[in-house]
């Protein structure tokens, strides 16, 4: 199992749909959770930390479920500003992040 | 502050050349972490330094690849001698210890330093 894993997609969606992306892990012990977005030929830009209890920023919705080991994201009224590569971190060990290979989204009008 | 600053953005070198990506990371921040990108490998942690001391380098592919970070403002990786398959965007990254209430700001990531070795 791939410590970090996400369904590459690609996701193509209207504006105005919802979304939701997940994404699993293999360290039982993780603690610290993110999502990040990568547009073409940019960095890995910070979206969203991940809370045990769920979080909600806007249109974005992260949540977290330790037992079966995945973390999702949920985009609601999608934009066309929100095409990009979203990815999915985990902490393995320490300070060690993992990044999952990402998911293309696409959203058209 | 500025963010994380990798240079230079572009590197275009011949096979078995000596190349080096410099990165000054964010003032205050405690780790400074490497990572390679391509289409077909994704996000790869290369090595990362807490304190300025190397942590974990297993991501380093071999011994072509080294890094230092000689103080809290500046890292380097080198890769000497370079080649065809070494061409990648590198990253440099920087945050605050795991420890820190701070963390929860998740990594910085400079702009890059995009190398092409022919």
């Known amino acids: 199992r791939k410590e970090v894993e996400q369904d590459p997609g690609p996701f193509n969606v209207p504006e105005g749909a919802t979304v939701a992306f997940n994404c699993t892990y293999s360290?039982?012990?993780?603690?610290?959770f993110f999502w990040y977005r990568q547009d073409c030929r940019k960095e890995p830009k910070l979206l969203m930390s991940?809370?045990?209890s769920g979080n909600e920023d806007g249109r974005f919705t992260a949540q977290l479920n330790r037992a079966s080991q995945y973390i999702s994201l949920l985009i609601r009224d999608s934009k066309l500003s929100d095409s990009a590569t979203y990815l999915c971190?985990?902490?393995?060990?320490?300070?060690?992040?993992?990044f999952g290979a990402g998911t293309r989204l696409t959203v058209k009008p | 502050d500025a963010g994380v600053i990798q240079s230079p953005r572009h590197e275009v070198t011949e096979m078995g050349q000596e190349v080096t990506l410099r990165c000054k990371p964010i003032?205050?921040?405690?780790?400074l972490f490497w990572y390679r990108q391509t289409m077909m490998r994704g996000l790869e942690l290369l090595i990362y330094?807490?304190?300025?001391?190397?942590?974990?380098d297993s991501g380093m592919p071999e011994d072509r690849f080294s890094a230092k970070m000689p103080n809290a403002s500046f890292s380097t990786l080198k890769i000497q001698p370079s080649e065809p398959r070494d061409s990648a965007v590198y990253f440099c990254?920087?945050?605050?210890?795991?420890?820190?209430?701070?963390?929860?700001?998740?990594?910085?990531f400079g702009s890059g330093t995009r190398l092409t070795v022919v």
């Open positions: 330094f807490n304190n300025n001391v190397p942590i974990d």
């Open positions: 971190v985990v902490n393995m060990k320490g300070d060690d992040m993992r």
């Open positions: 991940v809370y045990s």
């Open positions: 990254a920087s945050s605050f210890l795991l420890d820190s209430p701070l963390y929860r700001y998740g990594y910085t």
């Open positions: 360290n039982s012990a993780s603690q610290s």
């Open positions: 003032s205050g921040h405690n780790s």
